[in-house]
C-alpha cells in the first residue's frame, strides 16, 4: 500500500490536481500526514473548467490553498460504507460536505458523483468525484467572475 501521494501518481488519471498541490506545496501533507478522506476530481474534470479560470486559481495561494483543503477530510477514513450513513464531513478548510445518497445507490458529495471509490493508501483513502468542489467563498468569487 502506498500513501495518497503515490497512488494518485502512480494512477496516472490526476495528473492536473497534483500539478495544483505541487503549486501549492501540499506534497507533503499527502505523502505522510493523515489519516485523510480525499475527494478528488481526475483529468477529465479539469479539462472542463476554462482555462482562464484554471490559471486564475494557480494564481492565487489562498484561492488555491482552501479548494485543495476543501477535498480533505481530516482526522478518519471514509469508506465508501461509511458515506453511505455519513450527512456532512467538515473538510480541512472548514466548511461541510453534504454527502448524500441517490436512489441508483450512487453517492454525491457537493453534488458530484463519486465514480471511484475505496482507493486505501497508507495514510487515508481517496474517492474519484465528478467535479472541483468548491468552498463557498470560492463559489461566490467564481460566480462573480
Not at 492565487?60 to 461509511?82: C, E, F, T
Request: hydrophobic share 45%.
Amino acid at each position: 500500500m502506498k500513501n495518497i501521494l503515490a497512488t494518485l501518481r502512480d494512477s496516472g488519471s490526476f495528473d492536473v490536481f497534483l500539478d495544483l498541490v505541487r503549486a501549492a506545496g501540499m506534497e507533503e501533507r499527502f505523502e505522510s500526514e493523515g489519516p485523510y478522506t480525499l475527494f478528488v476530481p481526475d483529468d477529465d474534470v479539469f479539462r472542463e473548467i476554462p482555462r482562464p479560470e484554471l490559471e486564475a486559481i494557480l494564481r492565487n495561494a489562498d484561492r488555491l490553498g482552501a479548494i485543495l483543503n476543501y477535498h480533505i477530510v481530516p482526522g478518519g477514513v471514509h469508506s465508501m460504507i461509511d458515506l453511505l450513513g455519513i450527512g456532512t464531513l467538515r473538510s480541512l478548510q472548514g466548511d461541510d460536505l453534504t454527502v448524500a445518497v441517490v436512489p441508483e445507490g450512487g453517492v454525491l458529495v457537493n453534488g458530484a458523483m463519486v465514480v471511484e471509490s475505496d482507493a486505501w493508501c497508507t495514510n487515508g483513502i481517496c474517492h474519484a468525484v465528478s467535479a472541483l468542489l468548491l468552498p463557498p467563498v470560492a463559489r461566490t468569487v467564481a460566480a462573480r467572475g
